[in-house]
């Protein structure tokens, strides 16, 4: 955000500047340019240009940059259009953005317009169908797959008459002139768009408007503090074999203990909603799946004594993950956690009986009974029934 964009005369396309400027490095990495923000009349401008700029250089650049996202995600997955759907989010990264750019605190920068603008870019979002099947939601995530990656460069200037700073800007020459005779002092840092976004009521709005509109970019990015993961709302893409591998991929790529906590808040939070049976079922089987996937999918086959060994240093150096081994044992008492036919099998059966033992060291009784009545009251089972399985 460093450049301001030029604005065009009316005559002249838009979209081309701005996939240069703004689209291109928003997928495929590199320094975003916001200055302004698009209303109306522009969407209607890129929306129109776009049928025109198939076999543009920058259009095909983008095609290109989506695919590899995608491809990550799916089998050889076709370049993605520039469509409406691409536009509408990119626009609304775009707004965000601005809500945190110096012209939107300006003095001439009515708040009322400010909240006119949002209300109608989240418009735009909601106007959208929900995404339907593994292609549309890649292609979506992938105008949107940098989103909690997205950070500005700020720097402070203090000298001896005072202090300025620069949001996503260099400070002038001028300011760093004389150093030692004007006491300059430099400091830099990085702030994330998204953790700024989370502060301002306008640009949070648009965040969990975008993630409602992109759900694969919701369930990808499971670490964070805030805005937490609503699996009520995620699960039933779950259900779909492609979505829950690339989930599980991304998921044990991040690592088992950084994803188990804020995955087992999530379905402790899903349990206590009504009616989303089977979303608490979904998404129960899939922290399970995890777990075998996390136990199973390794270079050689997994070594019991050398599985429980690994379980209780995880268990005593990442404390979230005791409660997913404990929802890993008390999953069983459902039909949610280990497939019956992996007990055919003696050498799977092994390291499965000895990952569930020290699941039980790790958590223990008290704790597992717990975690087997908030299943229980998630996917509306009685325990005493379950307790049969």
């Known amino acids: ?25 928003l997928v495929a990495g590199g320094d975003v340019r916001v200055s302004r923000v698009f209303g109306a009349v522009e969407l209607r ?32 997955p076709a370049p993605p259009a520039l469509d409406d759907e691409a536009i509408r989010l990119a626009l609304a990264v775009q707004t965000m953005l601005f809500f945190g750019h110096p012209a939107a605190t300006a003095a001439t920068v009515r708040k009322s317009r400010l909240r ?39 720097v402070r200037v203090s000298f001896w008459a005072g202090r300025r700073e620069f949001r996503g800007q260099e400070p002038p020459a001028r300011l760093l002139a004389w150093q030692r005779v004007r006491r300059v002092r430099e400091e830099r840092w990085r702030t994330s768009i998204v953790g700024e976004a989370l502060g301002d009521p306008l640009a949070r709005g648009l965040l969990d408007a975008l ?26 893409h779950l259900a779909n074999a492609a ?69 209780q240093v995880l268990g ?16 069983q008492r459902f039909d949610l ?16 009986d000895a990952c569930l033992k020290a699941c039980r060291q790790i958590v223990g009784p008290e704790r597992i009974t717990e975690i087997e009545g908030a299943i229980a009251r998630g996917v509306d089972a009685p325990l005493k029934l379950a307790a049969q399985a």
């Open 116 to 154: 006119e603008v949002a209300a109608w870019t989240q418009e735009q979002l909601a106007a959208l169908m929900p995404a339907e099947g593994p292609t549309q939601l890649a292609a979506r995530h992938s105008i949107l797959h940098h989103l909690f990656d997205l950070g500005r460069d700020d």
């Open 316 to 331: 005593a150096t990442r404390p979230g993950l005791r409660d997913l081994f404990g929802l890993f044992v008390a999953a």
């Open 243 to 311: 979505i829950a591998r690339a989930v599980c991929d991304r998921w044990l790529t991040l690592g088992l203990g950084e994803v188990g906590g804020p995955l087992v808040g999530a379905l402790f939070r899903l349990y206590d909603q009504r009616g989303q049976r089977a979303a608490a079922r979904t998404a129960t089987a899939l922290a399970c799946h995890l777990v075998l996937l996390w136990l199973f999918a390794r270079p050689t086959a997994p070594d019991p004594v050398r599985v429980a060994s690994e379980m």
């Open 45 to 76: 401008r890129l929306e129109d240009e776009a049928f025109t700029m198939e076999s543009d250089e920058r259009a095909l650049a983008l095609a290109e940059a989506r695919q590899e996202v995608m491809a990550e995600l799916l089998i050889d």
């Open 1 to 25: 955000m460093s450049r301001e964009q030029k604005r065009l005369p009316a005559g002249e396309p838009l979209l081309p500047t701005w996939l240069h400027e703004f689209v291109l490095p």
């Open 337 to 352: 956690g280990a497939p019956p036919d992996l007990a055919r099998d003696a050498r799977l059966r092994a390291p499965l």
């Open 211 to 236: 993630l409602v509109a992109s759900p694969l970019t919701d369930l990808l990015s499971p670490t964070r503090t805030e805005p937490p993961l609503d699996l009520a709302r995620l699960a039933p």
